[in-house]
T-cell receptor
Framework: AQSVTQLGSHVSVSEGALVLLRCNYSSSVPPYLFWYVQYPNQGLQLLLK??????LVKGINGFEAEFKKSETSFHLTKPSAHMSDAAEYFC??????????????FGKGTKLSVIP | EAGVTQFPSHSVIEKGQTVTLRCDPI?????LYWYRRVMGKEIKFLLH????????ESGMPNNRFLAERTGGTYSTLKVQPAELEDSGVYFC?????????????FGQGTRLTVV
């Protein structure tokens, strides 16, 4: 079974400041890990993914995340926040099975506000 | 290329009524997933189609929910009769059928309100 915990349902940062969104997971098998973003009135968009290759993963819009097995974490960071980053962010885990359903288990989401 | 399209975008129905949500996946995508987000909760998996077959429906809440995928193309999710707790946002996603991981693309969701 898998589960995801996102610390903080709301995070506010100043424009230009570091963005850090926390995600911890549990999984009984080697996981695939994902961050999705949802902008207002839009669907979920994949930001980045970890699929057992490099532990530091770079995604779109300057975001990156590091897979730390010992800490069961996959925190999302961006060095400098932009107003356009305001959105809701979801961490998700999927069991690696090699085939079949890549059913995603999501965290509750973190709403990011960027203050001018 | 068109993305995943969901109809309607919003639906308000009375308790006891029937509602049908539709999802048009990206053309050529064999995998189709339904997810639901109840307010304040996480997005939860409902079921997974591979072409027209149900691969995994372990997340379906109860037998008031019926999902179909006609000819392996579009999919419908019917709720009959609707209850208050069915309110939420229903997301559809699709991915290619290749072996190994392939990205799932999500639609904008259908916001269902049962009153």
């Amino acid at each position: 079974a898998q589960s995801v915990t996102q610390l903080g349902s709301h995070v506010s940062v100043s424009e230009g400041a570091l963005v850090l969104l926390r995600c911890n997971y549990s999984s009984s098998v080697p996981p695939y890990l994902f961050w999705y973003v949802q902008y207002p009135n839009q669907g979920l968009q994949l930001l980045l993914k970890y699929t057992s290759a490099a532990t530091l993963v770079k995604g779109i819009n300057g975001f990156e995340a590091e897979f730390k097995k010992s800490e069961t974490s996959f925190h999302l960071t961006k060095p400098s926040a932009h107003m356009s980053d305001a959105a809701e962010y979801f961490c998700a885990v999927s069991p690696y099975s090699g085939a079949g359903s890549y059913q995603l288990t999501f965290g509750k989401g973190t709403k990011l506000s960027v203050i001018p | 290329e068109a993305g995943v399209t969901q109809f309607p975008s919003h639906s308000v129905i009375e308790k006891g009524q029937t509602v049908t949500l539709r999802c048009d996946p990206i053309s050529g995508h064999d995998n189709l997933y339904w997810y639901r987000r109840v307010m304040g909760k996480e997005i939860k998996f409902l079921l997974h189609f591979v072409k027209e077959s149900k691969q995994d429906e372990s997340g379906m809440p109860n037998n008031r929910f019926l999902a179909e995928r006609t000819g392996g193309t579009y999919s419908t999710l019917k709720v009959q009769p609707a209850e208050l707790e069915d309110s939420g946002v229903y997301f559809c996603a699709s991915s290619q059928g290749a072996r190994g991981w392939t990205e799932a693309f999500f639609g904008q969701g259908t916001r269902l309100t049962v009153v």
